[in-house]
């Protein structure tokens, strides 16, 4: 049995000039007979504009460990779902079985924890004819793996956090006078 009962993990990198491929997963992992798990099993429904889905690798794919999907957007078209649901899905589960591989996530407990993961997906991807969806792809799966090593890393830390607390700002900050 796993002695990760909850653990969190975020990763941003941005797109190129030009695209909308954003990517920003937040996960949570922990063990199944824990509040993660809890919360997978009730996340096995349908809710309206934000589909949930396994992470598979391919049909018959799905990865270990069990991990589950969301829009952070709301999901208003077709396109969208084959965006979130083909190219940011592949990523996120090529960056899970290569966490493993890599020794992120031990291998002997990925039967015994699951993970949550939040996807954002510009909606603005859907209806770009100029998508580069190989960096859609790109920027899903190095976010990923970023995401995932710091919440198995459990970092930053409360140490780090304070040492940078008056020389790291949010993005969106930049340009207002807030201390």
Avoid at 33 to 61: E, W, Y
Avoid at 99 to 115: E, L, Q, R, S, T
Avoid at 117 to 141: I, S
Wanted: proline share 3%; with cysteine.
């Amino acid at each position: 049995m796993s002695e990760i009962w909850f653990r969190t993990g975020e990763a941003t990198v941005f797109a190129s000039e030009g695209q909308a491929t954003d990517a920003m997963p937040e996960v949570v992992i922990g063990s199944v007979k824990g509040p993660v798990g809890t919360a997978f099993a009730s996340m096995l429904g349908q809710t309206v504009g934000h589909t949930r889905m396994f992470i598979l690798r391919d049909c018959n794919q799905q990865v270990r460990p069990a991990a589950i999907m969301t829009s952070k957007a709301t999901i208003t078209n077709s396109a969208y779902v084959g965006l979130l649901g083909g190219v940011v899905q592949a990523a996120l589960a090529d960056a899970i079985v290569d966490a493993v591989a890599n020794g992120v996530i031990p291998k002997d407990i990925v039967n015994d924890i699951a993970m949550i993961v939040t996807v954002w997906l510009d909606p603005r991807t859907a209806k770009d004819e100029n998508l580069d969806q190989k960096e859609l792809y790109k920027n899903n799966y190095e976010a990923m793996t970023t995401a995932l090593t710091r919440a198995m890393n459990q970092e930053p830390t409360i140490d780090e956090l304070i040492a940078n607390r008056k020389t790291i700002r949010h993005y969106s900050l930049e340009g207002l006078d807030i201390e």
